[in-house]
């Protein structure tokens, strides 16, 4: 049971609008702590997605979103790719734990 | 280039130790705080410990603290991560991450380590 819940999976077709939601609490999102995105292929590590909220490292296309809004994240892919299918997880710091948590992690499926 | 390479998985028995390394290169240790986090097989991802740039402090998670512990060598440009009285729910593969800002954003991973504890 991740602290922080994301639904195990989301679908849409090419060219189509994505977002997978984060929910967590007071402790953590809703705590003003920033949420950052990872984006993972199988068989490698993580890559960084979306940082503090809403920004995009350099080299991530401007598709990727993020926003924030109390106790609540999302990630939204528009312009759905077939190279976009992957698992992504949330994150953020929580303070009861002193620690980071994650998302328990989404699978998206480009139909 | 900014690398992180990790190295020392196994398989072990359950009770026993190993230490994980994360080797660095490409930019300066001191200036960052580092973390592991795991995976285990076909699991979501989890952090387990950080420690900071000066390394004096560390954090664990619940269900390594006190079995786990994360250390560095600035001068060797290693991070290392102990473990020791290992369950099976240890298993998991094992990845070292760059804070970038020592607010928790994993810019860089290396490609992990895959720790398996069975008898």
């Known amino acids: 049971q991740s602290v922080l819940t994301q639904p195990p999976s989301v679908s849409g077709a090419p060219g189509q609008r994505v977002t997978i939601s984060c929910t967590g609490s007071s402790s953590n999102i809703g705590a003003v702590f920033n949420v950052h995105w990872y984006q993972q292929f199988p068989g490698t590590a993580p890559k960084l997605l979306i940082f503090?909220?809403?920004n995009r490292p350099s080299g991530v296309p401007d598709r990727f979103s993020g926003s924030k809004s109390g106790t609540s994240a999302s990630l939204a892919i528009t312009g759905l790719q077939a190279e976009d299918e992957a698992d992504y997880y949330c994150q953020s710091l929580d303070s009861s734990l002193s620690g980071w948590v994650f998302g328990g992690g989404t699978k998206l499926t480009v139909l | 280039q900014v690398q992180l390479v990790e190295s020392g998985g196994g398989k072990v028995q359950p009770g026993t130790s190993l230490t994980l390394s994360c080797a660095v290169s490409g930019f300066t240790l001191s200036n960052n705080n580092l973390h592991w986090v795991r995976q285990a097989p076909g699991k979501g991802l989890e952090w387990v410990a950080v420690?900071?740039?000066?390394?004096?402090?560390?954090y664990y998670t619940d269900s390594v603290r006190g079995r786990f512990t994360i250390s560095r060598d600035n001068s060797t440009n290693t991070l290392y991560l102990h473990m020791s009285s290992l369950r099976a729910e240890d298993t998991a593969l094992y990845y070292c991450a760059r804070d970038v800002d020592d607010e928790g954003v994993f810019d860089v991973w290396g490609q992990g380590t895959t720790v398996t504890v069975s008898s």
């Open positions: 503090a909220n809403n």
């Open positions: 420690i900071s740039d000066d390394g004096i402090d560390e």
